[in-house]
């Protein structure tokens, strides 16, 4: 697959503040062929340090909240600002997924790449949680690492090289994502798929880089763990 709006982003700087996997290839390939109109108001839900609310500002023309509990504002803000872009263009804000610090019915759209796995797995959370700070007709494009198939109860050797069976809780099959999904009363949903990008690709731009994490999970992924993995997309529109 080509990315054409990723490779700008594709510098040691940038790179350098991934947190997985390529966050702007995995949300270049969600939004092919989105519905969201330019112009409107989008939570960028686990946004971490900011990478990928830069480019739904930059490549997608969206008014952006970058919401995330681990990240601080004052820090994804100058960063924004390095970036060009300015407060009418983005927000960050510290927001608990679960507690989202907003008006009810605030955001026209949901994005969220590579990270909704962490809270999202709860079936009460669409309706309880996110669905009411979305508007009537607002979509929501979502995508997870997955597995191909669920493993959880025979874990392959090489997977347990770099993560423990507590961490690999978060990385389920699409089967487990249709059920939970299908579970909202709130969402429409519209479509739920594998993704057709490159594992082998996305993982390589995070394995190259030299930070502890990247490092232990090079165990797995060299002893071609990735072939149980991949990523998943679900495309919601609110009822």
């Given at each position: 697959m080509e990315y054409p709006k990723s490779q700008k982003y594709n510098t040691p700087e940038l790179l350098a503040k991934i947190m997985g996997p390529n966050p702007f290839k995995l949300q270049e390939e969600m939004?092919?062929?989105?519905?969201?109109?330019?112009?409107?108001?989008v939570c960028d839900l686990g946004s971490g340090q900011g990478l990928t609310s830069v480019m739904l500002v930059k490549d997608y023309g969206f008014k952006v909240y970058a919401a995330d509990l681990w990240s601080e504002p004052h820090v994804n803000c100058r960063f924004f600002y390095?970036?060009?872009?300015?407060?009418?263009?983005?927000?960050?804000?510290?927001?608990?997924?679960?507690?989202?610090?907003?008006?009810?019915?605030?955001?026209?759209?949901?994005?969220?790449t590579d990270s909704y796995n962490f809270w999202g797995r709860d079936p009460e959370y669409l309706d309880a949680k996110l669905l009411p700070f979305v508007k009537s007709g607002g979509y929501l494009y979502i995508c997870v690492p997955g597995m191909k198939k669920d493993c959880h109860d025979n874990l392959p050797k090489e997977l347990l090289l770099s993560w423990t069976p507590e961490q690999l809780a978060y990385?389920?099959?699409?089967?487990?994502?249709?059920?939970?999904?299908?579970?909202?009363?709130?969402?429409?949903?519209?479509?739920?798929y594998e993704m057709k990008g490159n594992n082998e690709e996305l993982w390589e731009d995070w394995?190259?880089?030299?930070?502890?994490?990247?490092?232990?999970?090079?165990?797995?992924?060299?002893?071609?763990?990735?072939?149980?993995?991949?990523?998943?997309?679900?495309?919601?529109?609110k009822k």
């Open positions: 939004l092919q062929n989105h519905k969201i109109p330019a112009g409107s108001i390095e970036m060009g872009l300015t407060p009418d263009q983005i927000t960050p804000v510290k927001a608990d997924a679960a507690d989202l610090p907003f008006e009810k019915e605030f955001f026209d759209a949901v994005v969220s990385l389920r099959d699409i089967n487990y994502w249709t059920e939970i999904l299908n579970h909202s009363q709130d969402a429409e949903v519209i479509s739920i394995l190259n880089q030299e930070n502890e994490i990247a490092i232990n999970d090079r165990k797995a992924m060299g002893a071609d763990g990735g072939k149980y993995l991949n990523f998943i997309a679900f495309v919601l529109r």
